[in-house]
């Protein structure tokens, strides 16, 4: 398990700095010295391996998520709190990879997308909960909405054709969105935590 591990973390290098489309089967069975007829009883295509890698890297970056959760216990410290990994992982969004796998790849790079949307966002709604049992949200709005509102916000950097991506870089767009969020839900007491993380 731990050596499949390894390499997908490999292969997963590989088509973030290639391409999914450019990387073949080829490529990776050269890469780790593996013929491709043992490549093929692994996975039995192109896709399969790249519905693996996907996985992984989605599941990885929640995980990381929620294991801040449980290290952070104030939900606005939570929400501003940020792990290099994920920031890596997350930053890869402009690669290659992404818009190949939304040009050549689409249904894989949607199912996906929606799995990460609907995990992310209950990992939101826990935040929520947790933030108004501290009196640092509000109560007077609906939780898993403003979730989904936070989540589409956050990924349109890279899906909207609306955003300037010349003149707004990533840091500075995802620190507007989770100023904007944030401002919109805590009470005066959460914004004092934010006050006080951001200033």
């Excluded at 007829?37 to 693996?52: A, C, G, I, P, W």
């Excluded at 709604?125 to 989904?148: P, S, T």
């Excluded at 990924?155 to 969105?177: C, D, F, G, W």
């Amino acid at each position: 398990m731990e050596k499949d591990k390894e390499m997908l973390e490999q292969i997963t290098a590989l088509f973030i700095q290639n391409g999914a489309k450019t990387v073949t089967m080829d490529d990776i069975s050269k890469e780790f010295g593996k013929s491709k007829k043992t490549l093929y009883k692994q996975y039995k295509s192109k896709e399969d391996l790249l519905e693996e890698v996907l996985s992984y890297s989605v599941d990885k970056i929640l995980r990381k998520m929620r294991d801040l959760d449980e290290k952070i216990d104030n939900a606005v410290e939570r929400m501003f709190a940020r792990d290099e990994e994920i920031e890596q992982i997350s930053g890869t969004n402009e690669s290659v990879m992404v818009r190949q796998l939304n040009k050549y790849y689409p249904q894989i790079f949607i199912k996906h997308m929606l799995y990460f949307m609907d995990s992310f966002s209950e990992i939101i709604v826990h935040n929520i909960e947790r933030g108004r049992e501290q009196k640092l949200y509000r109560e007077n709005f609906d939780a898993e909405m403003y979730a989904q509102l936070f989540a589409q916000l956050v990924m349109s950097y890279h899906a909207s054709p609306l955003v300037n991506r010349k003149k707004i870089s990533k840091t500075k767009y995802s620190q507007e969105a989770l100023n904007f969020y944030m401002n919109a839900i805590t009470t005066d007491k959460g914004k004092e935590v934010m006050h006080r993380l951001t200033s």
